[in-house]
Structures are given as C-alpha cells and as structure tokens.
C-alpha cells in the first residue's frame, strides 16, 4: 500500500539554521504531497500541499518541491526561529470527492536560541 | 469559526469498560476522520466518514466502532477497553473537494489501566 518514510525523528537546530526535513513517499498512483505542522497541546496544522511534479509549496517561511522522480517532498526553511520548535509530518493523499491521508511519523524539530 | 471540539480532552479508564470520545464541528464539513497518534508512528487513520450514516473502516479499525448522526458530530466508541487502546484521539473534518486541508481538533488523551 501507500506509504510515507521520513527518516529523521528527531532535529536539533539552532537560531538561524537552515532546515531540510526529508520525506519520501511510495505510491501506485499520483498523490497529493501535504505538509501539517503540530504545535505542543494542540491538533496538526495544515502547512501546504502540492499536486504535480514540480510543483513547489510554500508557506510560513517553509517549502517543499514535489519530485516525481525521486518520490521526495523535502521540507526546507532558509532560517528557523524558536518559536519553529513543533513536530512536522509529511502525508499524501488522493481524493475521490473525500480526501484520504496517509501521514509519516513525524519529525520534531527543536530550535534553541 | 472554524472549529473542532473535542470531548473529554483527558479520559482514565479501566481496562474492559466502555469509552465514548465526542467529536463536534462548526464548519458544515462533510467528511470527518478519527485518528489515533502514538510516538514513532504518527498518526493512523482509524475510521473515515463521508457523511451522516457514511463510514468507512480506515487502516486500523480493530476494536473501534464510529457513529455520526448529524453533520457536525461524530463519535468514536471503544466496547471493552484495552491497555493498548491508550493513545492520544484526533478527530478532523475536511469539505469535499477541497485542496485537502484537514481541520484537528486538539486531541483526546485516553489512559487504560
């Protein structure tokens, strides 16, 4: 089945540091590639998406580039603040009138200033 | 406002009894989804609802049961706890057809004894 690896669990980084938060994925079709973000006490967040290959999400700061061809929707942040520190996933999905998720693990990122 | 409300956020319970988590949104959303999140696992679908009386089985549905009368309300029941059962519960809601932004509510920490 479907299926989303992303390798580090755990990332410790500094103020101003550059952030790469690696996703692969595994699927027989064309998924939607999501990024959400979970802050401590609270639900995942809805980061940003993209469909197609190539094509780049971005929000906060943050981006990733679907690449078909190496099944990755890297997560990256030129410079990252404290107040960054949450646990990120990476999921795809696919929908039929109803989105269906697939998430990874999750990475948590700690930034200490 | 674009909200999902959780009920109990805490819940103790001894294994063998009955667990009832409530799910409620304010979004006119049709589909709602129960997950359950546990550390280096992330989060995994439990059961998927399309619409009042429209579920589906996600990936692990073993020893759940869901109920969704009404748009805005979705439950998720455990008959007969189970020590392993204890995780945190995340309800979310979606409107179809959309980019695939779920909605979380901020979780439900259920503990069997």
């Known amino acids: 089945g479907d299926s989303v690896t992303q390798t580090e669990g755990q990332v410790a980084l500094s103020e101003e540091d550059f952030l790469t938060i690696h996703c692969n994925y595994s699927a027989s079709g064309y998924p939607a590639l999501f990024w959400y973000v979970q802050y401590p006490g609270e639900g995942p967040q809805f980061l940003f998406r993209?469909?197609?290959?190539?094509e780049k999400g971005s929000s906060r700061g943050f981006e990733a580039t679907y690449d078909k061809g190496t099944t990755s929707f890297h997560l990256r942040k030129a410079s990252v603040q404290e107040s960054d520190s949450a646990v990120y996933y990476c999921?795809?999905?696919?929908?039929?009138?109803?989105?269906?998720?697939?998430f990874g693990s999750g990475t948590q990122l700690t930034v200490m200033p | 406002d674009m909200k999902v409300t959780q009920m109990p956020r805490y819940l103790i319970k001894r294994m063998g009894e009955n667990v009832l988590l409530e799910c409620g949104q304010d979004?006119?959303?049709?589909?709602m989804y129960w997950y359950r999140q546990d550390p280096g696992l992330g989060l995994q679908l439990i059961y998927i609802?399309?619409?009042?009386?429209?579920?589906s089985e996600g990936d692990i549905p073993k020893g759940y049961r869901v109920s969704r009368k009404k748009r805005e309300h979705f439950s998720l029941i455990l008959d007969s706890a189970k020590t392993n059962q204890t995780s945190v519960y995340f309800c979310?809601?979606?409107?179809?057809?959309?980019?695939?932004?779920?909605?979380f509510g901020e979780g439900s920490k259920l503990t069997v004894l």
């Open positions: 609802s399309y619409d009042v009386d429209s579920n």
């Open positions: 979310a809601s979606s409107l179809s057809g959309n980019t695939g932004q779920l909605y």
């Open positions: 993209a469909s197609r290959d190539k």
């Open positions: 999921a795809l999905g696919a929908s039929s009138g109803s989105w269906q998720l697939i």
């Open positions: 979004m006119s959303h049709e589909t």
